[in-house]
């Protein structure tokens, strides 16, 4: 039995896998916000790369990754999938669990995977400074990596409560040369706004993001570069399950279910579009489950339709799994999961039935955590950890009913820098927080009439 699936560097997928020329439906155009038009590639112009508009409009089904972006990948891939024998043994399971993990990185999550290339064609066509927001730090981490590679210049707005939660996060982004601000703040009109509101905001992703666009719209040296929901980031990260796909090969196995934790879009994506066409073309009897917290449960409570992707109403207006653009969720330590909305590209598959939802409160998460930390040794991220609850409860209940299904977790990033929610669960004050139902029907009545 084989606990440590690995390929060698020189198999590091040469293409990335576009979903969008296997939808089972044409995805609904993002629109312009002024005009609420279908978004033309001159309309973004003004904060992305030319070569990122191509992809993010392409509908391709393989997009050449450079031999540069490969070469810096290199560092750091093709990531293990674990065979998770520990845990199997500890839940007295038949069931076979897997897990890819993403936190070997040198940023420590999935993230990477679309910074270098994001940081890479930003500095092929001269940009000299990116822009950009970061919830619990991961993507951030990951943009300041990846423009300290390429020689660009970095600006990161942090959620003010991961900010204060996650102070190591943003040592990493000062060491590899980026500088960081907790959002919202005072360098922006859209912060200032919000600040003159709401002082003591924890802020969130929306807020963020409306910093970081507005930086960039009005600095000509200046991009913008964002970490998850668009289309382009979920290509980028098509490596992931890519590579598990032929891990899998080499032990003849195949995923039963396939888990990842989900807030804007971009791990869970990456791992389990490369088995799209499986699940549709080939009829493979194949659960894909997005996993969200309930104290920002965009997907399983969210309305399906068009909104902003951030608060002061900057960017296109997405068609999506929404809780309305101003809302803000409870600050939870899983601060990456804290977006109202998610990947147009994901809710549509999860709109069709293909892919499921499900969410969780953020106790039990951290039960399934240190389960999984005392078995397999290695501290989840928060995030993470959302994917770890639902593959625990189907290996328990495959214990009862004696299948021996098998399922992947994917594993994003590990947990060294969130040990303080760590000891919150441990000194038994971390909060549960019910889903804020009259806060989410306040900010939907406020949704964009389209």
Known sequence: MRSKILLDEEEIPKRWYNVAADMPRPLDPPLNPATHEPLKPEDLEPIFPRSLIKQEMSTERWIDIPEEVRDVYRLWRPTPLYRAVRLEKALKTPARIYYKYEGVSPAGSHKPNTAVPQAYYNMKEGIERIATETGAGQWGSALALATCIFGLKCTIYMVRSSYDQKPYRRSMMRVWGAECFPSPSNRTNAGRRILEQFPDTPGSLGIAISEAVEDAATHDDTNYALGSVLNHVLLHQTVEGLEVKKQFELVDDYPDVIYGCCGGGSNFPGVCFPFIPDKLNDKKELRLVACEPTACPSLTKGLYTYDFGDTARLTPLLKMYTLGHDFVPPGIHAGGLRYHGDAPLLCSLVNAGII????????????????????????????????????????IQCRKTGETKTLLINLSGHGHFDLSAYDAYNDGILEDYEYPEELVRQSLARLPKV
């Open 356 to 395: 499921e939802a499900q969410a969780f409160h953020q106790r039990e998460v951290f039960d399934a955590a240190t389960t999984f930390a005392r078995a397999e040794g290695i501290v989840p991220a928060p995030e993470s950890a959302h994917a770890i609850k639902p593959a625990i409860d189907e290996a």
